[in-house]
């Protein structure tokens, strides 16, 4: 059993940065592949960063690549999202999500989900 607390969220200028956190707790964390997606309102919830366990390995959507990073820090069991270069278009709740069984883009193969937090940003 894994559960998951995202926070990190708000509201910044086009332009700006922010960085999301996932707290997770249960002793699977340290073996799970981790990810981060999102939902903005009247859409479907997208892919937008993973990781596997190691944090060796990650994957990016395109319209994310070389704007945020995915890293985790597994003496905090905490992953996070540094989002850079944001845009007006990537406001929206960011969920974090675990149990997938490798880098999938899809959200039905993560087991574990967060409650979400909302990332607003201004024009």
């Known amino acids: 059993q894994v559960q998951l607390v995202e926070s990190g969220g708000g509201l910044v200028q086009a332009g700006g940065s922010l960085r999301l956190s996932c707290a997770a707790s249960g002793r699977s964390f340290r073996f799970s592949v981790m990810g981060w997606f999102r939902q903005a309102p009247g859409k479907e919830r997208e892919f937008v960063a993973a990781l596997v366990a190691s944090g060796s390995y990650t994957r990016y959507a395109d319209f994310v690549k070389a704007r945020f990073t995915i890293s985790k820090d597994n003496a905090q069991n905490t992953v996070y999202l540094q989002m850079n270069n944001l845009k007006p278009e990537d406001t929206a709740v960011y969920y974090c999500?675990?149990?997938?069984?490798?880098?999938?883009?899809?959200?039905?193969?993560?087991?574990?989900w967060g409650q979400g937090t909302q990332v607003t940003v201004s024009p």
């Open positions: 999500a675990a149990g997938a069984p490798d880098l999938h883009v899809e959200a039905r193969r993560y087991t574990y």
